[in-house]
């Protein structure tokens, strides 16, 4: 992305391990992006690709005695690792907010809306029990709660999903951060609560100008709402464009596969869906050269060995990549996946021998 | 809510009379001393066994005996008289009470004082030295008995017979209204003798709860929200981490108040549990029955308290 000094959030090199008992699960292994203001990244991946620990580094709560954390982040310039515990949480749900997956384990089951609400506005403003709830209130005015004014007095497990959703977004609201982090907000919702919950995100961003960062196993959900998106696969971003050319010229096999491995009104008729083979790998051995070879139908004997760096591609740098096929290659292998072929298809179409690396 | 008290209370009677009747069965059908035999002593003649058996109504059939001491016990609240020292039973557990109460009391409060704090520090810094020392600590007091500290604690304390005559030794109880003070002082080698083995396992149980509960999502809100790490631990993982806590004190509390019949025997406390002892001792029905239905009714009415501390506590509670 563009220039450095005018990124809200710049994350630079950041790794993060956890030291288990069966040795360091390295979460994060060199991940590096930036937000400008206003604007939404999609991070995308399948679970345990690292994501959501990419998230949690940036508030601060990964932090631990056996957590091992390099790199930079940057908020408006502010290194954030090193921050002070204190500097943190006060930051925390002021400068950054976030909003979790599952709004009914996420929302304490002990206290009402409006008091979980009046928490998080108190923890950053010195104003008295009266002004917080009137700022309750309004935050789940602002968030679109049907019947706020009663539903302020509500428990969480008094209200429905979408409606949990809201009251954890306006909590995420209450002090109006400059970054907003959705970790998976809509993947414990129903399918028509899904589109509300991530129409009502795209609204409240655009009105208060906030920049977002949207994570999502899906595709489709961040599509809708993220300029650029990033595809996270073992604790590595394996590629970032902006969202339009992520969907017109995807480079990497493995946004390939998250692509033809979900239904598409737009793909041609009859396209069979195809899985991505195989499991996540393990972060604590994890595969050498690429991390994706195991499972790429595309390898070669040499992607075994070579660990292929993120670098643009070539003609188009606001997109990157990290795959260590030829560029025309690429370019012949997704015509064919796009037109409804097989994995294997594709390959003998695009003249690669069949599984050469296996 | 009052509806659902009222509930639990009438099945709390219900169960009363099935605890009654069961003692009952236990008492006459199982083998044991016979009471007139202990009373007519050994040279008790046939004729003075039948006399006693008479007037003390055994030898009527045993419905009819159970149906008596039921009448007598609902119409005048009579739990009989002592087979042994023609007390009324009531009156023996009056006088019990108090001490009783003042032992379980006192140790519930000194268990939770020390378990509290030291399940909640060893939460929050899992394998730290501290919590290493705390929780090593809790493990030894949990595996040494009663009967043995108390012993150990009377020789090292004790102002009669310690090494470093300190506190009040065995028998020196004084009732509440009588001294205070005495009362107090007294009191305070039981309290933590007694308290010993329960603080260890509280203190155990809220470290594993709390450790629990500040791994939910709910709790990394907490945090997300920017709130202290003090009150993420206090407002929001503590009150869901004490919850069984709160069960198993009711429960304690109830069975302790039934008497703590070690406890009570060290250190010479006349409570409901020496009481129990005696009573099964000389084979004294009707003491016996009164100390049960006393324990019984102590347990019912703290499950009760614990039901209603649970719906208070979490909300999901009252409305299931």
Known sequence: ???????????????????????????????????????????????????????????????????????????????????????????????????????????????????????????????????????????????????????IDAYPHELSGGMRQRAMIAMALANEPRLLIADEPTTALDVTVQAQILALLRTLRDELG??????SHDLGVVAEAADEIAVMYAGRIVEQAPTQRLFAAPQHPYTWGLLTSTPRLDAPRGAALVPIPGRPPSLIHPPSGCRFHPRCPYAREEHRRVDPPLAPVPGTPAQ????????????????????????DEARSAAGLAPEPAA | MLGY???????????????????????????????????????????????????????????VQYWTFLKRLVLHGDLGYSYYSDASVRSLLFDRIGPTVSLALGAVVVWLLVSIPIGMISAVRPRSWL??????????????????????????FSDDIGKWPLLPGAGSYVPLAQSPWEWFTSLIMPWLVLASTYAAIYARLLRGNLIETLSEDYVRTARAKGLSERRVILRHGLPPAAGPLMTLAG?????????????????????????????????????IQGTVLLAAMFVIVANIAVDIGYAYLDPRVRTA
Not at chain 1, 61 to 81: A, F, K, N, P, S
Not at chain 1, 210 to 215: R, S
């Open chain 1, 1 to 151: 992305m563009s220039a450095g000094a005018e990124a809200l959030l710049r994350v630079e090199e950041l790794r993060v391990g956890f030291a288990t008992g069966d040795g360091v699960v390295q979460a994060l292994d060199g991940v590096s992006f930036a937000l400008e203001r206003g604007r939404t990244l999609g991070i995308v991946g399948e679970s345990g690709s690292g994501k959501s620990v990419a998230a949690l580094t940036v508030m601060g709560l990964t932090r631990g005695r056996r957590t091992h954390v390099e790199g930079q982040v940057l908020l408006d310039g502010e290194e954030l690792l090193g921050a002070t515990a204190e500097r943190l949480r006060a930051l925390r749900g002021e400068a950054v907010a976030m909003v979790f997956q599952d709004p009914l384990s996420a929302l304490h089951p002990f206290y009402r809306i409006g008091a979980q609400l009046s928490e998080a506005v108190r923890a950053h403003r010195d104003v008295d029990r009266a002004a917080a709830r009137r700022r309750a209130l309004e935050l789940l005015e602002l968030v679109r709660l049907p019947e706020a004014s009663q539903r």
């Open chain 2, 131 to 156: 919590d290493r020392l705390t929780m090593g600590g809790a493990l030894l007091a949990l595996s040494l008995p009663v009967y043995w500290v108390g012993l150990v604690a009377l020789y090292l």
């Open chain 2, 251 to 287: 429960l304690d509390l109830g069975l302790l108040l039934g008497g703590a019949v070690l406890t009570e025997t060290i250190f010479g406390i006349p409570g409901i549990g020496r009481l129990n002892y005696e009573a099964i001792v000389h084979a004294d029905y009707p003491v």
């Open chain 2, 5 to 63: 008290v009222v509930r639990r209370l009438l099945w709390g009677l219900l169960l009363l009379l099935l605890v009654s009747a069961l003692t009952f069965v236990i008492f006459y059908v199982l083998p044991s001393a016979d009471p007139a035999q202990l009373r007519a002593g050994r040279s008790g003649s046939l004729a003075t066994l039948a006399a006693i058996r008479h007037n003390l109504g055994l030898d009527r059939p045993l419905t």
């Open chain 1, 320 to 343: 990157q990549v990290a795959c260590l096929l030829p560029a025309d290659v690429r370019g012949a292998l997704w015509r064919r996946l796009a037109a409804g072929a097989t994995p």
């Open chain 1, 210 to 215: 906030m920049a977002m960062i949207l994570i």
